[in-house]
Each structure stands twice: as structure tokens, then as C-alpha cells.
């Protein structure tokens, strides 16, 4: 019986520093579209990522949207809530991602990324995290 390799997808994830994307050689992008709160106020921030968007369609490639979770500068449930709300308002505003389906069965187009160190309270996190 023959070993089954299945393939792994190859995406980028990409925020308004990295330019413009070439998907040529990947599988699709997830385009950051969030941090904290009026992330994409700035009309840069937010062309770039309306442009990615363009050059995602163009090629036929997925792309997903995340938010740069910073729970290190405003811990606690509404906050949390409040930067979630910005980035479906966000979401509204440039359309909807693509919906990707795995292999599990799962199903996912909207990420979030938690990196920085917090120092409040984990239960504080926690919440935010749960808002969010």
C-alpha cells in the first residue's frame, strides 16, 4: 500500500509594509486588516490592502483577512469586543474573504494573532480573548 503525501498549501500573510503580493508560486494570502482599533484609518494601510484584494481576484487565488490582537494594550472583554467589532467593520467595508475548507472538516477565512507579551491579569486575556 502506497504512503499518501497530501500537499501542504502554501500562503503568505501579509500587512500594508510588505508591498504588493505576488501569488504566482503560493495558494492564496491572509491580509491583515486589523490592529487594535482604526488600524486602517490610514488611507495607506487601506489601499493596500483594497489592492491586494484586486490582485487576488485577478489571479483566482483565496484570500483571508487577520487582526493583530493587542490585548497588551487594552486588556479586558470590551475591549476585545470593540477590536473585533472594528474588524468586521473593516470586513464590511472591503468585502468578504474567501471561505476555506480543510481537511478535518473545518472551516476558517477570518484569523486572529496574538504575539506580544501581556502583562495583565491571564483572566483579563482570557476575556478579551473570548470577546474578541
Not at 497530501?6 to 501569488?23: C, F, H, K, M, S
Request: with cysteine; glycine share 8%; net charge negative.
Amino acid at each position: 500500500m502506497s504512503q499518501m503525501n497530501p500537499r501542504v498549501e502554501q500562503w503568505i500573510d501579509a500587512y500594508w509594509r510588505t508591498g504588493d503580493i505576488n501569488l504566482e508560486n503560493l495558494d492564496g494570502a491572509i491580509l491583515k486588516c486589523a490592529e487594535g482599533v482604526n488600524y486602517l484609518s490610514d488611507p495607506e494601510r487601506m489601499d493596500w490592502l483594497k489592492t491586494q484584494i484586486d490582485h487576488a481576484k485577478a489571479a483566482g487565488k483565496p484570500w483571508q483577512y487577520y487582526g493583530f490582537g493587542r490585548p497588551d494594550l487594552r486588556p479586558g472583554a470590551s475591549n476585545g469586543a470593540a477590536e473585533a467589532l472594528d474588524m468586521l467593520g473593516t470586513i464590511e467595508d472591503v468585502g468578504p474573504p474567501s471561505l476555506q475548507y480543510y481537511a478535518d472538516g473545518s472551516k476558517a477565512s477570518v484569523w486572529i494573532d496574538l504575539e506580544r507579551d501581556c502583562d495583565a491579569p491571564k483572566a483579563e486575556v482570557r476575556a478579551w480573548l473570548w470577546a474578541w
